[in-house]
C-alpha cells in the first residue's frame, strides 16, 4: 500500500511539474477546438485500465503465492 502511495505522489508530482511548464502550440490547437479533453480522457482511462490490470494481476499472484505455501 505504501508503495502504491508513493508510486501516486510521484506521478501526482510530476503531472503539476509538466502542468507549469509554458503551453505549447500542439496543446494551444487542441484547446481551440476542445480535443485537449479526449487527449486528458484517453490518457486518465488507459492510466486508470493499466493500475486495475497490475491490481488484479498483484491480486491473483498473491493468491498463487498463498497456495503454494500452504502445499509446502
Not at 505522489?9 to 480535443?35: E, H, I
Not at 482511462?45 to 498483484?58: E, K, P, R
Request: aromatic share 12%; with cysteine; glycine share 6%.
Amino acid at each position: 500500500m505504501r508503495r502504491l502511495t508513493t508510486t501516486f505522489l510521484t506521478f501526482l508530482c510530476a503531472t503539476a511539474m509538466m502542468l507549469a511548464q509554458g503551453d505549447t502550440p500542439p496543446a494551444d490547437f487542441l484547446r481551440s477546438v476542445g480535443k485537449i479533453y479526449v487527449v486528458v480522457g484517453v490518457i486518465v482511462l488507459v492510466f486508470l485500465g493499466l493500475a486495475f490490470y497490475l491490481w488484479s494481476l498483484d491480486r491473483r499472484l498473491s493468491d498463487l503465492e498463498n497456495q503454494i505455501d500452504d502445499h509446502a
